[in-house]
DNA sequence: TGACTATGAATGAACG
DNA sequence: CGTTCATTCATAGTCA
């Protein structure tokens, strides 16, 4: 989108300088962008609802690999940037090397150990030192899982939650996910009655409780 | 339907008024609720996009290994996951504030400080004052690490694109905006930068991975 | 094609 | 504080 020069460079200045002190005048330029951001979350969210709630069978794209190359669907879709994570692969010799220095003993990688096998295995293809980091706290993290498992530790099942090596662990135990069960019409926190305006942190929830009626009430929305 | 009184007659009345003819002076408390309404959809679209996809996902959880830490209740509604977690996982808008003040702050987490967040982030959800300790100490030592890492070293490879991004984390920004591009178009208050991150007093996106980016990919919203 | 498995990566918590 | 551990998430590869 281009900007809106026409309308008045007057009004930008005097929000940059508002905006330094208390930010309280927008431009009706500004105001109709924020207005179309809101209302494109509320769009989303619904869609979202929505999506949840048919709860078809919906395959995430999540791209197609080309080889090492990651190409992103929606850019072909909207044009748009490549945000999907691509995660190294090592190559066999790569990893022939990995395991070599693992085996080696030293089970301490050090931050220049690292950056030396780093730059090594750079020469059989990409590679970079938080690769090599990785590798090696994985490498060891799972062979010791593996080890335990297969050691006595095949009881516990009585659920040993505190007692195994939990010195001072938070409990915990949120995840409020589930609360979004039934979509955002229901929008409830942590069980609480203050739904939505909760998390909005709003006190007066005299409105409606609706965040999307909320919005378009308060600041006439949509429009 | 009760009046915001405590927010000040003067100034809502002020918007109305504007709101009717221009609707260009917005008073503090109406932006503050502009953003809280902003963040509040973030949150729920990616708490949205989170269910969605743990639900058609093909992971099926095999029942509750953590036992006693959680246990569900709502669940029977919809018979999605139980994910208890032993760990603290900061909600969204945990995260946001989090950043916020790590990013305006003195960096100096201080005792002090870290029981008045600890007390402000419990009203969005489970957290300790551990937490916050724990968080800001990660989150110092990482960008920190991050600095240290993407030095030197001969990576010198010629990383198809992607993969080079930032050798380990945030790839993000306000990147999130352009994805809403497809009717909202950039938001931005001076044509610059400052687009919804500032609105939302977000001066850096922090997640590794941002889930406002892998919402609109999934579901290829406002498409 | 949908589910499973192996494993790279992210990150809260703990240690020295 | 910097480093390391432990747990969890996400994805690449594969099998039925």
Redesign the interface.
């Known amino acids: 989108?281009e900007?809106e020069n026409q309308h008045g460079e007057e009004?930008?200045l005097q929000?940059?300088i508002q905006?330094g002190v208390?930010?309280?005048?927008?431009?009706?330029e500004?105001?109709e962008?924020?207005k179309?951001?809101?209302?494109?979350?509320?769009?989303?969210?619904e869609?979202?609802?929505e999506?949840?709630k048919s709860?078809s069978?919906?395959?995430?794209?999540?791209g197609i690999r080309l080889g090492?190359?990651?190409c992103?669907?929606?850019s072909a879709?909207?044009g748009?940037?490549?945000?999907?994570?691509?995660r190294?692969t090592p190559t066999p010799l790569q990893l022939q090397i990995l395991e070599n220095i693992y085996e080696k003993g030293t089970g301490t990688p050090s931050k220049q150990k690292i950056?030396e096998i780093?730059?090594e295995l750079?020469q059989h293809?990409?590679?970079?030192?938080?690769n090599v980091?990785n590798w090696f706290q994985n490498r060891r993290a799972r062979s010791k899982r593996k080890f335990q498992v297969s050691t006595g530790s095949a009881n516990a099942e009585s659920?040993p939650?505190v007692s195994t090596k939990e010195k001072k662990?938070?409990?915990?135990?949120?995840?409020?996910?589930?609360?979004?069960?039934?979509?955002?019409e229901s929008?409830y926190?942590?069980?609480s009655e203050s739904g939505?305006d909760?998390?909005?942190?709003?006190?007066?929830s005299?409105?409606g409780y609706d965040?999307y009626n909320?919005?378009v009430e308060?600041?006439?929305l949509l429009g």
């Open positions: 989108m900007r009004e930008y929000y940059q905006n208390c930010g309280k005048v927008m431009s009706d500004q105001v962008e924020l179309k951001q809101i209302v494109a979350y509320s769009a989303i969210s869609q979202l609802a999506l949840h709860m069978a919906h395959h995430d794209f999540t090492n190359l990651y992103d669907p929606i879709t909207f748009h940037k490549i945000t999907a994570r691509q190294w950056k780093a730059s750079a293809g990409q590679i970079s030192e938080t980091y659920e939650d662990t938070k409990p915990v135990g949120l995840d409020f996910i589930d609360n979004f069960s039934q979509g955002v929008f926190f942590q069980g939505i909760q998390l909005m942190g709003k006190e007066e005299s409105r965040p909320n919005l308060q600041f006439g």
